[in-house]
């Protein structure tokens, strides 16, 4: 009796309607249903943000950060958009888009609608679409495509101010998409230097890295010389995968109300708290001698409250604004990603080293021993990418070092004329031949 009342009890717990594994079934439920109701949330909460509005391409980023599985363009068909099948990225529930959303999509007035040039985009993101390139842009809320822009390929350049045009007589904050088609691309690049490749990632002992695309690392194909990622970087990473591609600012970092080189001196260092946003606009005095700082280890920046370049590139915009992107300082793979869009042989290291601008910028900058006002030499519609003032990223290299990329105004100095070029400083150096440049994710 005792025996049969044991293989009664076992089967109750362990069987295939048992006690234990009709917990498990319900603690899996569980966590399935809480990532369906997160993946719910932020649909409302762009919903709210937009009139109640949400595009297609809206829901494609919602659902990719919470899933695998998602198609780059999402099934035009209400019915068959509903029963695509995805599968969590925690735990690996399989659900139906239909679980998360049902309803429909504001249409925009972007891609092949007709974006009207020079108008501020409003209500929620558009596309922008055109025959040159795989990929269109996304025109974030609150910019326009400016007046006058060429293609994706040319350079697309967008504003924050209204009828803004290529001169930028307008004065409004500009920016240029780069398309990034292969993301397995969007890696670290070695660049180059004296009229070679350098060796700053392949050096043995701390090569330049900086943070990767994933807080867990293992396995992933970005990796390269990265080590693990922010929260910050892997929302970038994260949105470059999923857009195909962000923006850089158009012109180096400037300081509002100055027309010539802007000398930070300690009685206005309280000018880099974050307080005073940076401009991305032609014929502006260019914010150098401003640190970098927000280091808080010898290996990766941690620490963003310090003053510095850092804190101000990330106070130009952010979502909470009810704008559609996020401002960092420029990343070194972003930097990278800009050299191969202005020449794709630079991801397989064979530029020509006499005619590619980006392994050879000599006459290609200002090298005139002072710092000119930004717009000074432009290629793919950024200016001074080359020459004027090198700029601070988000790499680091060997000992409590961070990266400067770009050259600088120096003519004295050949080995600098390479627009992929790396150098080094202290992150706590303020000086005249170093300022920033902002990029910003959707």
């Known amino acids: 009796m005792l025996l049969i009342l044991s293989g009664i009890s076992i089967a109750m717990l362990t069987g295939q309607n048992g006690i234990l594994n009709r917990a498990e079934k319900a603690n899996s439920e569980t966590k399935k249903t809480e990532i369906i109701e997160r993946a719910k949330l932020d649909i409302l909460e762009k919903q709210l943000l937009n009139e109640g509005n949400i595009t297609k391409q809206d829901l494609r980023i919602i659902l990719d950060n ?15 958009l509903e029963a695509l099948e995805l599968t969590s990225k925690e735990g690996k529930y399989k659900v139906t888009v239909g679980e998360i959303y049902k309803g429909t999509f504001s249409q925009g007035t972007g891609g092949t609608n007709g974006l009207e040039k020079g108008k501020k985009v409003t209500g929620s993101n558009v596309e922008w679409a055109d025959d040159t390139n795989e990929y269109p842009a996304i025109i974030p809320v609150g910019f326009c495509v400016v007046k006058g822009a060429g293609t994706i390929d040319e350079g697309l350049v967008i504003s924050d101010v209204e009828n803004d ?49 994933t807080l867990n690392i293992a396995g992933s194909p970005m990796t390269k010389n990265s080590t693990e990622g922010t929260e910050e970087s892997v929302a970038m990473y994260n949105s470059v995968k999923v857009n195909h591609g ?56 941690e620490d963003y409250t310090a003053n510095g370049a850092v804190k101000v590139a990330r ?33 397989t290291g064979e530029c020509n080293t006499t005619t590619s601008f980006v392994a050879n910028s000599q006459g290609k900058g200002n090298y005139k021993e002072n710092i000119e006002t930004t717009g000074y030499y432009v290629e793919k ?11 601070w990223t988000m790499e680091v290299c060997l000992t409590e070092q961070q ?15 390479a627009a992929s070029v790396r150098d080094t400083n202290l992150p706590f150096d303020a000086i005249d031949s170093t300022g920033f440049r902002v990029a910003l994710y959707v």
């Open 66 to 80: 919470y899933f695998t599985g998602v198609p780059a363009e999402l099934p035009e068909s209400v019915a068959e």
């Open 165 to 213: 045009d290529m001169a930028n007589t307008k004065h409004g904050n500009q920016f240029v998409w780069i398309p990034v088609n292969d993301y397995s691309k969007f890696h670290l690049i070695e660049g180059y230097y004296d009229g070679a490749l350098d060796e700053m990632l392949s050096q043995e002992t701390n090569p330049s890295r900086e943070a990767g695309d």
């Open 246 to 301: 962000f923006y850089i600012a158009r012109f180096e970092a400037g300081i509002e109300g100055v027309i010539d080189n802007y000398n930070l001196s300690s009685e206005n260092e309280k000018v880099a708290d974050g307080k005073t946003k940076p401009l991305s606009q032609k014929g502006v005095g260019v914010w150098n001698n401003i640190a970098w700082e927000g280091i808080k280890s010898d290996d990766l920046p």
């Open 315 to 347: 106070s130009m915009y952010t979502k909470s604004e009810a704008c559609g992107v996020t401002s960092t300082l420029c990343y070194g793979v972003q930097w990278d990603a800009v050299m191969n869009f202005i020449d794709p042989k630079y991801e």
């Open 381 to 391: 519609n950024i200016y001074d990418l080359a020459g004027n003032v090198r700029e």
């Open 403 to 417: 990266v400067i990329r770009g050259g600088g105004f120096f003519n004295d100095r050949d080995w600098y004329y």
